[in-house]
C-alpha cells in the first residue's frame, strides 16, 4: 500500500481486490483520496513478485513527491517475501531513499478517540471481572484444599483463557465471543523449580495477570497475592501500592512522561530506601491496539508529554527481595490507566487491590504442617458445618419441585417440552422416545412419533398430584392431528401401560426419560430432510447427563414422519401427507425457543458447504458441515463440533497447489488454548477444495499452506490469513 496525498495505490491479487473495492467511493466521498487497485498474478509475466506492476505506480509516486523519499515501518522490512524484496529493490533503483516513519505512526496512534476508549475500558472491565471471578475463587479454593502448586498453576491458566473467549458462560460479562481475545499469555506464577515446598505455606507469594482484548483494543491488570505474609512482604507491598499511585497521579495532560517513573522513584526512596535498587527499569507502557506501545515507555528518560487520551498499562514489579529466613520472592502490580482531561482514571479498579483483599491467613490447627490448611475464619468454619445441612433442605425442596409427575406411567411420544418455571433460567426440555397415532390400545407405530411443547405447568398442591394429566392439556402437538385425537391417545397409551403387566411397567421406570435443562444447552442443532421428511436434532450440553447406562455431553435425536394412511369405509382411500405440516410447526417450535431464551440459539446444518474426510482415530469417512459459525461433524461417534472462533489456524498438508500429483489433501485445525490437541482431518478429496476454501474464507480462518504451497496462494483461501 503506497500512500500519497491525493492517491492511495493498493498491489494485491484478484481475490484481496474485492475487499478493497468498497473504500474506492468511500475514500472519495470523505477524504478526497483517489484509490487505485493494482491486480497481479502469475500471468502477469513477472514470476509472481508484482514487478510489471509496480513501473505503473512509480510514476505517480514521481510526480508527488520531491525530493524521492518514501516512508516505510522498519520492522516490517519484509524478509522471504518476494513482493516486498522486489519492492525493495524497486526503491533503490528508481532513485527513492527509505525513511522509518514508526516513530511518527506510534504518536498518530497513541492518542485515542472516544470509540477506540470505549473499546479499552471494555476490555479492561473484562479482565478485572476474569481476575474477580475466576482467579480469585480458583485461588481461595486451592489455598483451602491444599492442593500442589504445580497442579494448580496449570488449572487457573487454563480456566482464565476459557474465561476470556466465554466472557458470557465464564466471567460473567455479556460480551460477544467473537469480539474478544486474549492480548498476551495469562500469567500465574506460585511454584519455583527450586522451591522444597510443594503445597502452599507461609510467606508464599502468588502472582497473576489476566490481559484481554475487546475489538483489538488490549488491556491488563496483574496481582500479587500474599500467604500469611511476614512484616518484610507486608511492608514491601504497601509501599509499591503507593508508588502506583503516586505514577497514576503523575500521568496528567502536559507532564512529561518520564516524570512517573520518578515519582514511583522518589516514594520508595521515601518509605524504604533498600527497595529502590529492586524496583524494575521501567513502570509501564502505553497500550491500545498493540499491548505495548514502546513510544511511550515509562521509564526515566522519556520526554514526551502526556495528553489526554492516552492509555497506559501501569506496572511496577519489585523483583529479588528476600525477608528473614525466606527464599526470594517477587512482587507485580499493574493497572490499565486512561488519561482524562482532568487527570488519570484507573479502568480496572472493580479488580481491588487493597491490602486486605490479597491476603491470605492459613489455619492454626492445619493438618499439613500449617500448609494451606483452610484459610477460614472462625465464623467461616461454623458456617462450613451448616451448608451441608441446608444444601440437602434445598435440594429436596428442589426436587419437589422439579421432578417430573410420576402418578401415570409418562406418554409414549417424542415430546419437547419447555417449560417455563418461575426462575426464567430453568427451561426443561424432555425428549420422550415412542410412538402414538391410534386412539385405541394396540401397537404403537414409530411413524407417528412427534414433538410438543407445554405452555402452562400447573402449581404443585395437592389437588393437582391427584390429577397429573392437567398438566398438558393445554399443549401445542407436532404430529398429531387434533387434540381431541391426542388427548384420548395419550389416555389409551396410559391405560394400556398401566394394564400391560408390572414388568413392563418397572421396565419403563428404570429406564426412564432424559432430561434436558434448556440452561445446560450448549450448541444446539437440527437439520430436516423433505423426501422423506425427517427431522435430526443434536444438543452439545456443557454438563454431562445420563443417557441409557452412560454419562454423554451429545445428545442426538431422528424422527421420520410418514404419511398418514386415510380410511373411508373400511376401504383406503389415499394418503394424508403429514410432514409439510410437521415441519411447519417444527419451525414455529424453532422460532419460539430462538425468541423466548435468549442463552440458545438452534442452527441449522447448511449442506452447500460439506466436505468428506476421516479422523484420525475412526475408522471410516466423516461428513463435515458447517452449522452457524460451526464446523460439525454428526453422522457418526464421536461426534464433533468445533466453534470456528475457537480456531487459532488451519494448516494444509500434502497439498499440490497444482492439484495433479495427489487425489487428496489433510488439513490440521490448531485450536486456541494452551492445552488443547490440535485436531487433524485426512483425506480430503481434492474436488472438495472450493467447499474447504469458501468455508475458511467465510468465517475469516488464518491458513498456512504445510508443503509445496507459496504464500500467495495460502493467503487466498481465507481473509486475513498469512502463508508458510
Known amino acids: 500500500m503506497v500512500f500519497m496525498k491525493k492517491q492511495i495505490h493498493l498491489l494485491c491479487s484478484k481475490k484481496k481486490s474485492g475487499s478493497f473495492e468498497l473504500l474506492r467511493k468511500a475514500a472519495k466521498y470523505a477524504v478526497g483520496v483517489e484509490v487505485l487497485i493494482h491486480v497481479w498474478n502469475k500471468k502477469s509475466g513477472d514470476n509472481g513478485d508484482g514487478s510489471v506492476i509496480m513501473n505503473y505506480i512509480f510514476p505517480s509516486v514521481h510526480d508527488n513527491r520531491s525530493p524521492s523519499i518514501v516512508g516505510h515501518i522498519a520492522a516490517e522490512a ?92 465464564k466471567a460473567g460479562v455479556m460480551l460477544k465471543s467473537r469480539n474478544v481475545d486474549a492480548c498476551c499469555h495469562p500469567y ?8 522444597e515446598l510443594t503445597h502452599y505455606d ?53 507532564s512529561r512522561v518520564g516524570a512517573a517513573y520518578v515519582a514511583a522513584s522518589s516514594l520508595i526512596g521515601l518509605e524504604a530506601p533498600y527497595l529502590v535498587k529492586h524496583l524494575t527499569k521501567s513502570v509501564g507502557t502505553g497500550i491500545g491496539l498493540e499491548f505495548q506501545e514502546s513510544v511511550l515507555d515509562l521509564n526515566g ?18 523483583e529479588n527481595l528476600k525477608g528473614a529466613g525466606q527464599n526470594s520472592f517477587s512482587l507485580l502490580l499493574a493497572d490499565t490507566v486512561v ?14 487491590n487493597a491490602v486486605k483483599d490479597v491476603t491470605y491467613t492459613l489455619s492454626e490447627d492445619s493438618d499439613h504442617d500449617n500448609r494451606g490448611g483452610g484459610g477460614e475464619k472462625e465464623e467461616e468454619k461454623e458456617s462450613s458445618l451448616i451448608m451441608p445441612e441446608k444444601e440437602s433442605n434445598w435440594r429436596q425442596h428442589l426436587a419437589e419441585a422439579l421432578a417430573p409427575r410420576k402418578a401415570v406411567s409418562p406418554p409414549k411420544k417424542l415430546k419437547l417440552l419447555s417449560r417455563p418455571l ?51 392439556s393445554d399443549d401445542s402437538s407436532y404430529g398429531s392431528t387434533d387434540d381431541s385425537t391426542d388427548d384420548d391417545t395419550d389416555d389409551d397409551a396410559d391405560d394400556d401401560a398401566n394394564t400391560g403387566g408390572e414388568e413392563e411397567e418397572e421396565e419403563e421406570e428404570e429406564g426412564g426419560f432424559p432430561d434436558i435443562m434448556f440452561a445446560n444447552i450448549k450448541l444446539a442443532f437440527y437439520y430436516h430432510t423433505e423426501s422423506p421428511y425427517g427431522l435430526m436434532m443434536h444438543f452439545c450440553l456443557y454438563n454431562q447427563i445420563e443417557v441409557g447406562n452412560k454419562m454423554t455431553k451429545d445428545v442426538q435425536f431422528y424422527v421420520e414422519v410418514v404419511d398418514e394412511k386415510r380410511v373411508f369405509r373400511g376401504e383406503e382411500d389415499g394418503k394424508a401427507p403429514r410432514g409439510p405440516k410437521f415441519l411447519r410447526e417444527w419451525m414455529k417450535f424453532v422460532r419460539h425457543l430462538n425468541t423466548s431464551y435468549s442463552g440458545i440459539q438452534i442452527e441449522v446444518l ?75 482431518i485426512e483425506s480430503i478429496s481434492y474436488t472438495s477444495l472450493d467447499v474447504v476454501k469458501e468455508l475458511l474464507r467465510e468465517h475469516q480462518v488464518r491458513v498456512n499452506l504445510g508443503g509445496g504451497g507459496e504464500a500467495g496462494e495460502a493467503g487466498e483461501v481465507g481473509d486475513g490469513s498469512k502463508g508458510c
Open 78 to 169: 519484509g524478509e522471504g517475501n518476494r513482493v516486498l524484496e522486489k519492492w525493495s529493490e524497486k526503491l533503490g533503483i528508481e532513485g527513492f531513499r527509505a525513511a522509518d516513519i514508526s516513530a511518527g505512526l506510534g504518536d498518530l496512534f497513541v492518542v485515542k478517540e472516544e470509540g477506540e476508549l470505549v473499546c479499552v475500558k471494555r476490555a479492561a472491565y473484562l479482565s478485572a471481572k476474569v481476575m474477580n471471578n475466576v482467579v480469585v475463587p480458583q485461588l481461595q479454593k486451592v489455598i483451602d484444599h491444599n492442593e500442589k502448586k504445580k497442579d494448580v498453576d496449570r488449572t487457573v491458566l487454563d480456566e482464565i483463557e476459557e474465561a476470556i473467549l466465554q466472557p458470557s458462560v
Open 188 to 195: 500465574f506464577q506460585s511454584y519455583r523449580a527450586n522451591d
Open 202 to 254: 507461609s510467606g508464599d507469594v502468588i502472582k497473576c495477570s489476566v490481559g484481554s482484548r475487546y475489538k483489538g483494543y488490549c488491556s491488563y491488570v496483574a496481582r500479587s497475592f500474599l500467604v500469611d505474609p511476614n512484616p518484610c512482604q507486608t511492608r514491601a507491598y504497601e509501599v509499591i501500592l503507593k508508588a502506583q499511585e503516586a505514577v497514576i497521579a503523575a500521568l496528567r495532560p502536559g
Open 301 to 318: 528518560t522519556n520526554d514526551r508529554l502526556v495528553k489526554a487520551g492516552m492509555v497506559f498499562n501501569v506496572c511496577l514489579g519489585l
Open 339 to 352: 488519561v482524562c482531561a482532568e487527570g488519570a482514571a484507573v479502568v480496572t479498579q472493580s479488580c481491588s
Open 422 to 472: 418461575r426462575s426464567p433460567g430453568l427451561w426443561i426440555c424432555h425428549p420422550h422416545f415412542g410412538g402414538v397415532g391410534r386412539k385405541r390400545a394396540g401397537a404403537l407405530e414409530a411413524h407417528a412419533n412427534g414433538f410438543r411443547y407445554v405452555d402452562q405447568w400447573p402449581e404443585n398442591t395437592d389437588a393437582n398430584r391427584d390429577d397429573i394429566r392437567d398438566g398438558s
Open 606 to 680: 447448511n449442506p452447500s458447504l460439506r466436505f468428506e474426510g476421516m479422523l484420525r482415530e475412526s475408522e471410516s469417512p466423516s461428513v463435515f458441515t458447517e452449522a452457524g459459525f460451526n464446523l460439525v461433524e454428526m453422522t457418526s461417534l464421536p461426534f464433533l463440533v468445533v466453534k470456528c472462533e475457537d480456531i487459532k489456524m488451519v494448516k494444509f498438508e500434502r497439498f499440490d497447489v497444482e492439484e495433479k500429483q495427489q487425489k487428496d489433501f489433510d488439513v490440521v485445525i490448531v485450536l486456541k488454548g494452551l492445552n488443547k490437541d490440535e485436531l487433524r
